[in-house]
């Protein structure tokens, strides 16, 4: 069974910065794409980054150039590089798994994590 673990959420003045980090236990993802998602009450769930394997990433267009995503494959880990929150990001953000690359819908990807809530203060 895998189990994907988010960390590093939390209160953040717009401007401001976080990392967030994810973990995956239960099995190597070394070969999976790992994907960052973040969704705010009443709406869907919004694709942010994904990277596969190799570290070829693919980004929404809205927030490329703020966010990065990145991975270590030996620590069985991605993170999310916030830069530059605004108020609207707040949300919870979701870790995601998948064997396949190139997917920006939520019901494709095999295993999430529970979340980790990100609050933007203006």
């Known amino acids: 069974q895998v189990q994907l673990v988010e960390a590093g959420g939390g209160l953040v003045q717009a401007g401001g910065s976080l990392r967030l980090s994810c973990v995956a236990s239960?099995?190597?993802?070394?070969?999976?794409?790992m994907a960052w998602f973040r969704q705010v009450p009443g709406k869907e769930r919004e694709f942010i980054a994904a990277?596969?394997?190799?570290?070829?990433?693919d980004y929404a267009a809205s927030l490329k150039g703020r966010f990065t995503i990145s991975r270590v494959n030996v620590k069985n880990t991605v993170y999310l590089q916030t830069n530059s929150l605004k108020p609207e990001g707040t949300a919870v953000y979701y870790c995601?798994?998948?064997?396949?690359?190139?997917?920006?819908?939520?019901?494709?990807?095999?295993?999430w994590g529970q979340g980790t809530q990100v609050t933007v203060s203006s």
């Open positions: 239960g099995r190597a993802l070394s070969t999976y794409t």
């Open positions: 995601a798994a998948d064997r396949r690359f190139g997917l920006r819908a939520t019901r494709l990807y095999e295993y």
């Open positions: 990277v596969d394997w190799s570290s070829i990433t």
